[in-house]
């Protein structure tokens, strides 16, 4: 299967297949979210694994014995580690945890994590020799995912790799790591494009107004493509705000997204509040800092901060939040009672 090759790719491409000839027993490929970075090391997985002779350069060929197993997700010599959330198996799951279980009981809802037993399970694949006189590989991604159980299981592995073995982690948060994680992986790091770049690419794509789009997502280009409700909660955000926020008439408008989704543009809309009390401007809704600037009017900069610190605390609890509804309008009302007076700068 031929994967999508990203411009911003290029760098981290060739720091990659330069490795090919003496691979570490680790490789980190970090970056900020929304770059592709699990679909790089797919494609280099699928590259070391592919059997052309010669190997191309810019991708797997596609067509040898190995390419169509990987494509198939079933290649002897690679496993895929991730929480089971992000599983593609577990989407029925999860689809059904989300709308309850008919029998009245609450089906459990994939894990967001990776489980120790998951690491443990490598143990298997690890143990005897690869299946095709090559490389043997286990990706694991987000690493952050991992609890401490969970990576010192990892560290343990990596601290007696098997020969021929490659573990590709990817991270969108390499600091929550152990140290000594880190400290045995070779780090790749996939940079953020230029914007220019970015929009370019987004505009090939046929993302209506992507300018915006970028902005939104943090000039994260991927994320920018894939969101495909981000303008309607952006309009909806914005359209609250524009002629007097009423809590409960915005959560009504609120409601029909995620609440991790309000609780990221709740984040965004105060970020870019502090922005222009420092004399910046929006980060994240370019052109509409009047629109911003009256809403947040009368909130100091100090309880703004400290109302940053509340989102950030909410981003765990949406979720699993016990009353969807209440737990959006006590953020609402949060938000309200910051501008309800004049206070101290």
């Known amino acids: 299967m031929d994967r999508i ?6 760098t981290p491409w060739r720091r990659l297949t330069a490795r090919a000839g003496a691979l570490p027993h680790a490789m980190l490929l970090r970056g900020r979210s929304g ?29 040898c014995p190995a390419c169509n197993w990987f494509a198939q997700n079933n290649h002897p010599d ?16 999860a689809e059904a945890a989300s ?18 037993d998951q690491i443990r399970a490598l143990g298997d694949f690890l143990a005897v020799g690869t299946h095709r006189a090559g490389v043997r590989i286990a990706l694991v991604r987000p690493a952050e995912a991992m609890n401490a159980s969970t990576a010192n299981a990892l560290l343990k592995a990596l601290e007696e790799p098997p020969p021929k073995t490659l573990f590709l982690l990817v991270s969108s948060q390499p600091a929550r790591l152990l140290p000594t994680i880190r400290s045995r992986c070779q780090a790749i790091d996939v940079p953020t494009p230029p914007p220019e770049e970015a929009l370019v ?32 909660l952006r309009e909806a955000f914005v359209s ?5 926020f009423e809590p409960v008439t915005a959560v009504d408008r609120w409601q029909r997204f ?4 309000v609780v990221d543009a709740l984040q965004k809309w105060v970020f870019d509040g502090v922005q222009l009390r420092v004399g910046g401007t929006p980060r994240y809704f370019p052109g509409h800092g009047g629109t911003i600037a009256a809403s947040l009017g009368h909130a100091s900069t100090t309880a703004l901060t400290a109302f940053a610190r509340r989102l950030a605390k909410a981003r765990g609890e949406a979720l699993h939040p016990l009353n969807p509804r209440l737990f959006l309008e006590s953020l609402a009302l949060e938000l309200a009672r910051l501008n309800e007076a004049p206070h101290v700068r």
């Open 258 to 261: 995620g609440n991790g989704e």
């Open 5 to 10: 090759v990203f411009p911003w790719h290029d």
């Open 35 to 63: 770059l592709g970075k699990t679909e790089l090391a797919l494609r280099f997985a699928g590259w070391l694994l592919c059997e052309a002779q010669p190997k191309p350069a810019q991708a797997a060929c596609g067509r």
């Open 78 to 93: 690679f496993r895929r580690v991730e929480p089971e959330a992000l599983a593609e198996s577990a989407a029925p799951e």
């Open 99 to 116: 709308e309850g279980a008919t029998s009245g009981r609450s089906a459990a809802k994939p894990s967001r994590q990776i489980k120790v």
């Open 240 to 244: 609250s705000f524009s002629s007097g």
């Open 201 to 232: 690419w987004l505009r090939a794509q046929g993302v209506t107004a992507p300018e915006d789009a970028l902005a939104y997502t943090g000039h994260a280009p991927l994320a920018a493509a894939v969101e495909s409700g981000y303008s309607e």
